[in-house]
């Protein structure tokens, strides 16, 4: 295991990329960031986050998309996606767009999560864990 930080947050022997994405995304180490909500009424925080990530769009380091999901029904809120590639790695929001389509449509599986952490840049040692602490309750 090359990262030996406990993630105090949720007791795992590594970091999760949540608050940490803009950084880790400029080290290249974090090929894709998502901020998902059932609303467009973000915290003012929140907004302040994703201008900074906006400046790396302006100038080509970061691609971005936008992504609506309308309600489907009187229950259904909808939703929206605001999802930020490295630019090599753009195929990804395409992919990422595509899985999180799938908890609408079907049951959510322990294959999609998996997919979910790489496209998020997790390691296979990482999803490992995690999938192996869903799976147990943990």
Known sequence: MADQIVDRRFDLPYSVHTNF???????GKKPLAVFTDWSEALHPVVNRYMRMFDRHVAIGTFVKRKEIRAPQSSRDPGSWMVLYALRNEAWRIDK??????????????LEDERLHGELLGYEDWQNDIWLSRRTHGL
Do not use: D, N, P, Y
């Not at 595509?98 to 049951?107: D, W």
């Open 21 to 27: 994405e803009l950084g880790l995304m400029l080290a």
């Open 96 to 109: 990422m767009i595509e899985l999180e389509r799938v908890m609408f449509e079907r049951a959510w599986t």
